[in-house]
């Protein structure tokens, strides 16, 4: 009777759980191998004088440092880069401190990562190239502009997470400690990215990549291609999570720098719909360096949706004009 139907009801219901979480189980299992396979593809750990450092290069010519941003690696570094090499340059795309194959030292300040980017250098034999930080990656570009200028060409600051005084405005509220909390612990947890990729990507747009969700909607399919691309290949995010710890802190800890000093052609980057708030930071770094050329967006977040083209052109310009100014 009805205790008979209930009872198989709830069979039924138990061996249908137990199907979807086996099955969700089988395919994180199997999106996450491959993701490790993926990011473990085209890079060499070299021997420096700072350690070991992962490394993928492509292409000839101008000597272009590729300097990744959060989330990132030599692979994050290559996929952005990749396009340069047809026009002529040479991308070193390297994994930072925590970040995949290179370990972190004890000391992995943006200072001591901008050092172990010139260890790379001499251990690559090349006496100069161009330094390209993208996001947390521009806080040990500008350092290794400071520190070593005689071995950086050219230094461009993509959506850069950089220091600004107090009284000029904001161009997005700071980033609360709460939300940095629970972005970090998103960003601990393989499971818990691919599954907010999965059922709530917009949202992983919005707070963990900074890019308002609808622009990325209105995109090109080509766009939305490569910012999808972009988010999925943050994982394996275990790989990465000594080096995301250290760049989730890095906005807090920023110092004001001697940017009146640095004598390098330097172009910055920037929109100004960015959930990081980078468009105020790179517009006042710019406006202290000598020279420097700042490009603004109204639209495109942090992964500069739309100005994909447009900024890879600016940057092959800079690198290639023989006084950038």
């Known amino acids: 009777g009805v205790m008979t139907r209930t009872r198989w009801l709830l069979w039924a219901a138990l061996i249908g759980a137990t199907a979807g979480i ?12 491959s993701a490790a396979a993926r990011a473990a ?20 010519g101008i000597p272009l ?13 290559m996929d952005w880069a990749r396009p340069l090499t047809r026009e002529g340059i040479r991308v070193i795309a ?12 004890g000391d992995a300040t943006p200072e001591a990562q901008a050092d172990a980017h010139v260890c790379l250098l001499d251990a690559l034999g090349i006496s100069k190239a161009a330094a390209v930080g993208v996001s947390a990656g521009a806080a040990s570009a500008l350092q290794m502009a400071l520190r070593h200028p005689d071995r950086v060409s050219a230094l461009v600051l993509v959506v850069p997470i950089a220091w600004k ?13 709460q939300k940095d909390e629970w972005l970090l612990r ?22 963990v990549l900074a890019t308002p969700p609808d622009l990325i909607h209105a995109a090109s399919e080509r766009e939305q291609a490569r910012v999808n691309t972009l988010a999925e290949r943050v994982l394996p995010v275990s ?3 000594l080096g995301l710890r250290d760049d989730t802190r890095l906005g807090k800890g920023l110092r004001p720098v001697a940017l009146e000093t640095i ?6 980057i920037s929109a100004r719909d960015d959930g990081f708030g980078t468009y105020a930071g790179a517009e006042y770094t710019a406006s202290r360096i000598p020279g420097a050329r700042f490009i603004g967006y109204e639209h495109g977040g942090h992964l500069l949706v739309s100005h994909d083209e447009a900024v890879r052109d600016a940057i092959v310009g800079w690198l290639r004009s023989p006084n950038p100014r």
């Open 186 to 207: 998103l960003l601990g947890s393989d499971f818990l990215y691919w599954a907010g990729l999965r059922v709530a990507r917009d949202q992983v747009f919005r707070h």
């Open 22 to 33: 086996v099955a969700v189980r089988w395919q994180f299992g199997r999106d996450l191998a």
């Open 65 to 77: 440092l590729m300097i990744h941003g959060s989330g990132g690696g030599h692979d994050q570094g």
């Open 165 to 177: 005084p107090g009284s000029v405005a904001d161009s997005m509220p700071p980033v609360s400690d």
């Open 41 to 60: 593809q085209g890079s060499t750990v070299v021997t420096t004088r700072c350690g070991p450092i992962e490394v993928q290069q492509a292409g000839e």
């Open 94 to 105: 390297m994994s930072r401190f925590g970040y995949l194959r290179t370990p972190r030292p």
């Open 239 to 241: 790989r990465r999570a």
């Open 263 to 268: 004598r390098v052609p330097t172009l910055t």
